[in-house]
């Protein structure tokens, strides 16, 4: 781990974590494919997690880990509890795919029923009255976005964007009807809310992927 973060600063974790995660679905497609435990696949899963270890470390040192994670306001917000409401649609899944991502890796997520209280020591997003919401010209996914200054980042934007479009049922983005589909997909194969999350989280891991314009990118 040492040899890692001589090599890339915090700021490269953020690339390095988007190659990671993609080394990981392919591993996660490849084991639903193999039925027969092997050497080479555990050793493929070790490999995998002391890596996804490192990259955290590199991500969260221990001197913001101690503090929290605090933005603009002063307020923590680093291994919280995040709620959100039941059913899940755009902007719930995209905004917790976000705070999962970029704001607090280390998350709980919490889904509450449509009359449930949202417990006093969790962050709510994407429902009236949460810490989180849609105001006038933005979205939950957006609101985020301006918090921790992430509206700087061009792909993330752009999700936004979708995201706006997807909530306001408008067509101003050209992807926006087939992620819906693919949403509505995901909604149709899955039994629970983690199981969706995890779905969508693949698919706005793609769009992230398909929108980010590395550095020096031609």
């Known amino acids: 781990m040492e040899s890692l973060k001589s090599a890339f600063g915090i700021a490269d974790s953020v690339q ?31 490999a995998l997690a002391e890596a996804d270890s490192a990259v955290h470390a590199l991500m969260f040192p221990d001197a913001e880990r101690k503090s929290g994670n605090i933005d603009t306001t002063g307020k923590h917000y680093f291994q919280r509890t995040w709620a959100t409401r039941k059913p899940l649609w755009a902007d719930q899944l995209a905004s917790a795919w976000l705070i999962r991502r970029f704001v607090d890796a280390e998350a709980t997520l919490l889904w509450l029923d449509r009359t449930q209280e949202c417990p006093p020591n969790a962050v709510g997003f994407a429902f009236t009255g949460a810490t989180f919401s849609n105001s006038k010209d933005k979205v939950t996914f957006e609101e985020i ?29 050209a992807e926006a009807a ?14 629970n809310e983690d199981q969706l999350l995890a779905e969508a989280e693949m698919t706005f891991d793609l769009l992230y992927e398909a929108y980010f314009e590395a550095p020096g990118k031609a």
Do not use: C
């Open 178 to 191: 087939g992620v819906q589909t693919l949403l509505q997909g995901a909604m149709r194969r899955t039994e």
């Open 16 to 46: 390095i974590k988007r190659l990671l995660n993609k080394h990981k679905r392919d591993y996660e497609t490849i084991s639903t494919l193999d039925f027969f435990p092997s050497e080479a696949r555990d050793q493929a899963a070790r």
């Open 145 to 173: 976005l301006a918090t921790f200054k992430l509206d700087k980042n061009t792909a993330l934007a752009r999700i936004g964007a979708l995201i706006h479009s997807l909530n306001s049922g408008e067509t101003k983005v």
